[in-house]
């Protein structure tokens, strides 16, 4: 979405990656301004898809392009709108569907409801509006919320690498010997 708004070109925007300049555009918009459907709405499972929810942006970003006048690549006039709108639906989308887990595990008995934990890293971790919602859903369902700094949810590395510590504490399927491992990079 941010590619497709050419959110680079913005004067406010110019040296942010596309999450944290949608993210900050957002803050001054108006999400009601555009309603996105929310994506899987017909599965009742824990499943996220975005591609559905991203054609649905660009179908509305082609409609303002022409009802400005102007070309793909300029900035649309409502352009922290469109980032607050497609950032509220990212984020209700996230927030129904881990409550959906959420509530699964409850009812199966497969966390402990006296320490139960959400877990949130990566790149949608650092966006407080996301982590502002799920912080809302865990507190409504007597779950903690566990987050890295904004600074370390840039990289999918550093969550793999705090996964593995935390499963090394608890010596949960780590491995001590390579031996007898292939492998093979790419």
């Given at each position: 979405v941010a590619r497709r708004l050419s959110l680079?070109?913005?004067?406010?925007?110019?040296?942010?990656a596309g999450g944290k300049a949608i993210e900050h555009l957002a803050q001054t918009?108006?999400?009601?301004?555009?309603?996105?459907r929310?994506?899987?709405?017909?599965y009742r499972n824990c499943d996220f898809s975005f591609s559905g929810l991203q054609n649905l942006v660009n179908k509305v970003i082609i409609q303002k392009e022409k009802e400005e006048g102007i070309q793909e690549g300029?900035?649309?006039?409502?352009?922290?709108?469109?980032?607050?709108?497609?950032?509220?639906?990212?984020?209700?989308h996230i927030i129904q569907r881990t409550h959906r887990a959420m509530l699964f595990c409850i009812k199966n008995s497969i966390l402990?409801?006296?320490n139960a934990t959400l877990v949130v890293s990566g790149g949608v971790a650092s966006n407080q509006y996301i982590r502002k919602g799920l912080q809302t859903?865990?507190?409504?369902?007597?779950?903690?919320?566990?987050?890295p700094?904004?600074?370390?949810?840039?990289?999918n590395g550093v969550m793999i690498a705090w996964n593995g510590v935390e499963r090394l504490r608890a010596g949960l399927g780590v491995l001590h010997s390579t031996?007898?491992?292939?492998?093979?990079?790419?």
């Open positions: 680079r070109k913005h004067p406010e925007c110019y040296n942010m918009g108006n999400w009601q301004q555009h309603t996105f929310l994506p899987m709405q017909q300029e900035i649309l006039s409502c352009v922290k709108d469109i980032a607050a709108a497609a950032q509220h639906a990212v984020a209700v402990s409801s006296k859903l865990a507190d409504a369902n007597g779950f903690a919320l566990l987050c700094p904004p600074r370390l949810c840039t990289d031996d007898g491992i292939r492998y093979e990079p790419k």
